[in-house]
């Protein structure tokens, strides 16, 4: 069984920075092509950020240059690190499984995360 456990969310000051981790389990993962998805009030789910198992990293266009995917196959674990946030990057962020281009729902997702950017 697939399982994905976010944590690093929280309260942060617009222009500071924030890492999510996603820990994985229950799957090879050094074979997964693993994103980052993230739902604001109000707001359809999007995605964020995605690497695959070759290293391969892709961005939503308007977030390319502040935030930054990296995976750590031996601990099985897929971060974000999210840097000059802005208020409008409050959301809820999920981790996710699944291949790239493929229906996002016929794949696995966390529990989600929720960060806040607010003075």
């Known amino acids: 069984q697939v399982q994905l456990v976010e944590s690093g969310g929280g309260l942060v000051q617009p222009g500071g920075s924030l890492r999510l981790s996603c820990a994985a389990s229950g799957t090879i993962f050094v074979l997964s092509t693993m994103a980052w998805y993230r739902q604001g009030p109000g707001k359809q789910r999007e995605l964020v950020a995605g690497i695959t198992s070759d290293g391969t990293t892709y961005y939503a266009e308007s977030l390319k240059g502040r935030f930054t995917i990296s995976r750590d196959n031996a601990k099985k674990m897929v971060h974000l690190q999210m840097n000059s946030l802005k208020p409008e990057d409050t959301a809820v962020y999920y981790c996710?499984?699944?291949?790239?281009?493929?229906?996002?729902?016929?794949?696995?997702w966390g529990q989600g995360t929720q960060v806040t950017v607010s003075s």
């Open positions: 996710h499984k699944g291949p790239r281009g493929s229906n996002p729902e016929s794949g696995y």
